[in-house]
C-alpha cells in the first residue's frame, strides 16, 4: 500500500499566487522527501526533511513536518510558470535499506 | 560530482520479447540502487532494490529480474515482456539515510 498520499490530486493558480500540497502518511519515518517531475521526465529532488526537523526551507520552497499528525506539506511561493509539474512526497522508513514509498503525486499548473 | 546514467530513453518491444535496461552511477562508491516503474499519471512503484553487488531484493513478484554485476551498476532484464510490462523506468541511487537521485528514465511499451 501506497505510504504517502498527496492532496490536492490536481491544483490550478495563477502566477505569482503561492501553491500548497499536503502529504499523510501512515507508518513511523526516519525522512520525508519531496521531489518534482516535469511531463516524461526523471525525479528531481527538491528537499529532504528528517524525523527531528519541523520546517527546512530551500529558496521559494518550505516544508513542513507534524510526525505526531504524520503529514508533512510542501509550500512554492510566488509561483512561476515553470514550476508546473507533479509533485511527489516520499518516505523513508527506519531500517529498510533507504527504500521510498511514493504518494501519487499533485498535479501543478502554473498559468502566466 | 555523481551522475546516473539510464539507457535506452525509449524503447519499442513486441510482447515475449527480452528486456535489458542498464543503469550506471557515477562519482560514488557502495550506493543502494534501485529500479522503479511509473505507470501513465501515477506515482512510482518500488521494483528492486540493492545494497551491494549481487544483493538483489525484490518488491513485487513479477516478470522482471534485476542484477548488480559491478558496485555502480544496475540491471533490470525480462525474459519475455508482457503488455503490462510497459511503463516508465526509473533508476535511483542513495547513501543510505540521505537524499535518493533518479536517472532520466526509459519509457517502455510492449507491443
Known amino acids: 500500500s501506497q505510504q504517502g498520499e498527496e492532496d490536492p490530486q490536481a491544483l490550478s493558480i495563477q502566477e505569482g499566487e503561492n501553491a500548497t500540497m499536503n502529504c499523510s502518511y501512515k507508518?513511523?519515518?526516519?525522512?520525508l522527501q519531496w521531489y518534482r517531475q516535469n511531463s516524461g521526465r526523471g525525479l528531481v529532488h527538491l528537499i529532504l526533511i528528517r524525523s527531528n526537523e519541523r520546517e527546512k526551507h530551500s529558496g521559494r520552497l518550505r516544508v513542513t513536518l507534524d510526525t505526531s499528525k504524520k503529514s508533512s506539506s510542501l509550500l512554492i511561493t510566488a509561483s512561476r510558470a515553470a514550476d508546473t509539474a507533479s509533485y511527489f512526497c516520499a518516505t523513508d522508513r527506519y531500517n529498510q535499506g533507504g527504500k521510498l514509498i511514493f504518494g501519487q503525486g499533485t498535479e501543478l499548473s502554473v498559468k502566466p | 560530482s555523481q551522475t546516473i546514467h539510464q539507457w535506452p530513453a525509449t524503447l519499442v518491444q513486441p510482447v515475449g520479447s527480452p528486456l535489458s535496461l542498464e543503469c550506471t552511477v557515477e562519482?560514488?562508491?557502495?550506493?543502494?540502487l534501485y529500479w522503479y516503474r511509473q505507470a501513465a499519471g501515477r506515482g512510482l512503484q518500488l521494483l528492486f532494490y540493492s545494497v551491494g553487488i549481487g544483493q538483489i531484493s525484490s518488491e513485487v513478484p513479477q516478470n522482471l529480474s534485476a542484477s548488480r554485476p559491478q558496485d555502480r551498476q544496475f540491471i533490470l532484464s525480462s525474459k519475455k515482456l508482457l503488455l503490462s510490462d510497459s511503463g516508465f523506468y526509473l533508476c535511483a541511487w542513495t547513501l543510505q539515510g540521505y537524499e535518493q537521485y533518479f536517472g532520466p528514465g526509459t519509457r517502455l511499451t510492449v507491443t
Open positions: 507508518t513511523s519515518i526516519n525522512n
Open positions: 562519482g560514488t562508491s557502495n550506493p543502494n
